[in-house]
């Protein structure tokens, strides 16, 4: 099939310039725990970039429309794989976040079907996370459990998290690099647990 064709079917990748590789996108206010969080004072959802600036213009918005109703298709995990298989590292919801189990099993066989590929998947979604045992998930996948809080710790329930801090002593070193990763690939380091971020 022609990558046009492929690309129709999943409603196309998206291209964050701070990423390595490529993406995948999906409304932010669709995230089944996030568009909650979204409403608290001192949440990392709280101001949420994805709820804003371009993920508000009309042809970002109706791109993440089309693959949140990709998850569906019948053809959504063969043509994900294809698109993915070229790329050395892969980014799931650089906006939004899983919906069900189901849309997590399906990462699952994409993974397992493109083991050149590290995939990172960030997400704040504990039951659904919940209902997976941590040896199901793809050795070349990484999901990290985002604390629901600014500057709260770690979750305890999943080995591999990610936190928000204000004390100027996070790990991720984007802001001194043009907030770009660069050379960095922490995140889909299954050695590294946890990964901070500076508040922005
Ligand atoms: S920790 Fe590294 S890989 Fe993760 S977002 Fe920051 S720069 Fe990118």
New binding site residues.
């Given amino acids: 099939m022609l990558k046009k064709d492929l690309e129709k079917i999943v409603g196309g990748l998206s291209k964050p310039s701070?990423m390595p590789g490529p993406a995948y996108n999906l409304p932010a206010y669709k995230c089944i725990t996030g568009q909650k969080l979204a409403q608290v004072k001192g949440s990392v959802c709280y101001g949420c970039y994805a709820l804003k600036g371009r993920y508000r213009f009309k042809p970002v918005k109706s791109a993440m429309e089309r693959r949140l109703e990709a998850l569906q298709h019948p053809g959504w995990v063969d043509a994900m794989i294809q698109l993915i298989k070229p790329h050395k590292e892969f980014r799931w919801h650089d906006s939004g976040d899983l919906q069900s189990l189901e849309h997590l099993q399906n990462i699952f066989r994409v993974c397992r079907s493109t083991p050149g590929t590290k995939h990172w998947l960030p997400t704040r979604e504990a039951q659904i996370l919940k209902r997976v045992k941590v040896n199901e998930v793809p050795r070349n996948l990484v999901i990290r459990f985002s604390s629901h809080m600014v500057d709260q710790g770690p979750v305890s329930f999943w080995p591999w998290t990610s936190t928000v801090t204000t004390d100027g002593q996070h790990?991720?070193?984007?802001s001194k690099q043009g907030n770009k990763?660069l050379d960095?690939?922490?995140?889909w380091d299954r050695d590294i647990r946890n990964?901070s971020y500076g508040k922005h």
């Fill in positions: 701070k790990s991720c070193p984007s990763c960095c690939r922490a995140c990964i």
